[in-house]
T-cell receptor, first 120, second 113 residues
């Protein structure tokens, strides 16, 4: 079964450093997302990406965050200058199979296993 | 955005049927109800989605009364591996509305032998 893969599984960084989290969405999906979950808290939407541009973003997704699809398979989240409060699990997700009509699409999100970011 | 309310936690035993109810009093006409399951240190996983009445798949059933102000996820004959957090989400279907679909606190289900 196709799945979303994320790397690294765990990254430890110093405050102020730049971090790039990588994701390979399911190949025939059209929408890509990043969510984060601070330990013990809710899953929070960060950003969605469609047709090579940001479709929606939350208030959390400020200027320190950026997303990119540098090639046909990878989808990355960059955090420019990490802060202590950026420590969280970051989940990539994809949705909208290319071969499923819009009217039939449940909007099911397929999540990866997550990348745990620890900022010291 | 429709707000959802679920029990914080539930306990049950292997082999029992578990019903988790979610309240969503201000659900909009075009909103669907979707349930996800999350194991520790893993991403959420889609379980089931419905609009009204009853939906069943190989994993669960979803019961939605006529007023759609609540819904019940039913897990038949649970096992230890069903121990997880279950989220009830309400929002428009489709991939373009992710920002409108809110993961709440979920229900932490613990299954005992």
């Amino acid at each position: 079964e196709p799945e979303v893969t994320q790397t690294p599984s765990h990254q430890v960084t110093q405050m102020g450093q730049e971090v790039i989290l990588r994701c390979v969405p399911i190949s025939n999906h059209l929408y890509f997302y990043w969510y984060r979950q601070i330990l013990g808290q809710k899953v929070e939407f960060l950003v969605s990406f469609y047709n090579n541009e940001i479709s929606e973003k939350s208030e959390i997704f400020d200027d320190q965050f950026s997303v990119e699809r540098p090639d046909g398979s990878n989808f990355t989240l960059k955090i420019r200058s990490t802060k202590l409060e950026d420590s969280a699990m970051y989940f990539c997700a994809s949705s909208a199979p290319r071969d499923v009509a819009y009217s039939s699409n449940t909007g099911e999100l397929f999540f990866g296993e997550g990348s745990r970011l620890t900022v010291l | 955005l429709a707000k959802t309310t679920q029990p914080i936690s539930m306990d049950s035993y292997e082999g029992q049927e578990v019903n988790i109810t979610c309240s969503h009093n201000n659900i909009a006409t075009n909103d669907y109800i979707t349930w996800y399951q999350q194991f520790p240190s893993q991403g959420p996983r889609f379980i089931i989605q419905g609009y009204k009445t009853k939906v069943t798949n190989e994993v669960a059933s979803l019961f939605i009364p006529a007023d759609r102000k609540s819904s019940t996820l039913s897990l038949p004959r649970v096992s230890l591996s069903d121990t997880a957090v279950y989220y009830c989400l309400v929002g428009p279907p489709g991939y373009s509305s992710a920002s409108k679909i809110i993961f709440g606190s979920g229900t932490r289900l613990s299954i005992r032998p």
